[in-house]
């Protein structure tokens, strides 16, 4: 096999491979006569088919499998023998493909860059210390009482946060205008649901009563006829209702899986999972603050190959979030690649800086981490330990969670390094403003 590399232009490489026309011929011969072994054609007995007829009729199918398979063996090969690592699938182009010559063939392809890893003493980590306390489990019930609430009709006049029910027509000039018109619709006063005005002008209505509102649509509307248009709304209030938060009970407790144990058990499990929340949003925020360093001061030539799969890679997640893989549409115009080039750029560039201190650096997966992180995750099921099997049954999944183990162990990594400042921070501070980011 002769083999010639060529730098095109930075991570591109040029790969020109020949394979002598014996080799081909020798596993083309080979495979016809396994072949001549058991096909059957009329007028001949089963393996009695002699190799002119074989070849006549399946010489072009076999040549074409075997020259298949040889450019995918002889490409790995040639890599290996020049020791470049491919980023991504090769680009093949035939130059020589002819029966009685020599097979070759240009293979063009990316190959991973060198990374030169800097120092990580200059690092400045912020490390937020944080616990929850009987005010944040008292808050966090009410939360999960409001999440809970239900409505209850009353007789008196609508307010901020009540619901209405209504029905209004909307006019513009005095014509009715797609869209602007629905009958018995509920609405919660103060939820910015509707065009501004619209809540605040049913405020002080009572059932049975009627109002004309006067209202202008915003300039960024979506509808482009109706952007800045002066409109009328003419509303009937149907009924008032008023949030009823549910009562802290046998039967509130049992929505949230506690069956016994009653308020101070509801409020030992509340706690657990705002404790296992909060070491979460820990952990990612100093995360976080460590990927972004690493950034920050390494900036590796990003190989177009990766970045495209990653592309691909956030597009296929986005569409099954929606729901939209079988789909009849153009995927691609509705989700372009741009949507997902800076994320993906980001996802790549980390992936490359994070491999090599893996490697220059030998961190190996630590088992135990990866059991903690499984069993956190389990013990948010009914039956725990079955949930940890199923992960250690499961070899894909539980790769995930080593690769999250080992980026876990790099962050720790970078952190013996970096200068880290202990922060004293509340409940919300810390999980907030991971909710809001």
Same mark, same amino acid.
């Given at each position: 096999m002769q083999v010639s590399i060529?730098?095109?232009?930075?991570? +591109?490489?040029?790969? =020109?491979?020949?394979?002598?026309?014996?080799?081909?011929?020798?596993?083309?011969?080979?495979?016809?006569?396994? $072949?001549?072994?058991?096909?059957?054609?009329?007028?001949?007995?089963?393996?009695?088919?002699?190799?002119?007829?074989?070849?006549?009729?399946?010489?072009?199918?076999?040549?074409?499998?075997?020259?298949?398979?040889?450019?995918?063996?002889?490409?790995?090969?040639?890599?290996? @023998?020049?020791?470049? @690592?491919?980023?991504?699938?090769?680009?093949?182009?035939?130059?020589?493909?002819? *029966?009685?010559?020599? #097979? *070759?063939?240009?293979?063009?392809?990316?190959?991973?860059?060198?990374? *030169?890893?800097? &120092?990580?003493?200059?690092f400045e980590i912020t490390r937020y210390k944080a616990d929850v306390s009987a005010e944040d489990v008292d808050k966090m019930i009410d939360v999960l009482r409001e999440h809970q609430a239900g409505w209850k009709e009353v007789d008196r006049a609508a307010q901020d946060g009540d619901q209405v029910n209504i029905d209004f027509v909307g006019t513009r000039d005095g014509v009715e205008f797609e869209g602007g018109s629905a009958k018995g619709q509920n609405l919660v006063l103060g939820s910015g649901s509707m065009i501004p005005g619209f809540e605040a002008g049913i405020e002080g209505l009572k059932a049975g009563e009627e109002k004309t509102l006067e209202l202008t649509f915003p300039e960024d509307y979506q509808a482009e006829d109706l952007r800045g248009a002066k409109v009328e709304f003419k509303v009937t209030v149907n009924a008032v209702s008023e949030k009823e938060l549910p009562e802290l009970d046998k039967e509130f407790y049992a929505k949230f899986g506690? +069956?016994?144990?009653? @308020?101070?058990?509801?409020?030992?499990?509340?706690?657990?999972?705002?404790?296992?929340? #909060?070491?979460?949003?820990?952990?990612?925020?100093?995360? =976080?603050?460590?990927?972004?360093?690493?950034?920050?001061?390494?900036?590796?030539?990003?190989?177009?190959?990766?970045? %495209?799969?990653?592309?691909? =890679?956030?597009?296929?997640?986005?569409?099954?979030?929606?729901?939209?893989?079988?789909?009849?549409? !153009?995927?691609?115009?509705?989700?372009? &690649?741009?949507?997902?080039? +800076?994320?993906?750029?980001?996802?790549?560039?980390?992936?490359?800086?994070?491999?090599?201190?893996?490697?220059?650096?030998?961190?190996?997966? !630590?088992? %135990?981490?990866?059991r903690e992180l499984v069993e956190e995750m389990a013990s948010t099921y009914e039956e725990p330990e079955a949930v940890v099997n199923y992960y250690y049954e499961n070899r894909q999944l539980l790769a995930s969670v080593e690769s999250a183990a080992l980026e876990?162990?790099?962050? !720790?990594?970078?952190?013996?390094?970096?200068?880290?400042?202990?922060?004293? $921070?509340?409940? %919300?501070?810390?999980?907030?403003?991971q909710k809001q980011s």
């Open positions: 060529e730098t095109t232009s930075g991570l +591109e490489r040029r790969l =020109t491979v020949g394979v002598p026309a014996a080799e081909v011929d020798s596993e083309v011969q080979k495979r016809l006569q396994q $072949a001549a072994q058991n096909i059957r054609i009329n007028g001949f007995r089963k393996g009695k088919v002699p190799m002119k007829v074989v070849r006549q009729r399946y010489g072009a199918g076999v040549r074409q499998e075997v020259l298949g398979e040889l450019i995918n063996r002889s490409f790995y090969e040639a890599v290996s @023998k020049e020791q470049v @690592k491919p980023a991504g699938q090769p680009s093949i182009e035939p130059k020589q493909f002819e *029966e009685g010559k020599d #097979l *070759e063939y240009v293979a063009t392809f990316e190959v991973y860059p060198s990374v *030169e890893l800097g &120092d990580f003493s200059g506690v +069956e016994k144990g009653g @308020k101070p058990q509801f409020r030992k499990e509340v706690k657990a999972n705002m404790t296992r929340e #909060l070491k979460n949003a820990v952990r990612n925020k100093v995360k =976080t603050q460590v990927m972004d360093a690493l950034l920050e001061s390494h900036k590796p030539d990003l190989p177009k190959a990766l970045v %495209d799969s990653e592309i691909e =890679t956030l597009r296929q997640q986005m569409l099954q979030r929606f729901g939209g893989q079988q789909q009849n549409f !153009d995927v691609k115009s509705l989700l372009p &690649d741009n949507m997902f080039e +800076e994320e993906a750029q980001r996802r790549v560039a980390l992936g490359l800086v994070v491999g090599e201190i893996v490697k220059q650096h030998d961190i190996k997966v !630590d088992s %135990d981490r990866v876990d162990q790099v962050v !720790d990594f970078v952190l013996d390094k970096a200068k880290v400042t202990d922060e004293s $921070a509340s409940y %919300d501070d810390v999980v907030g403003s």
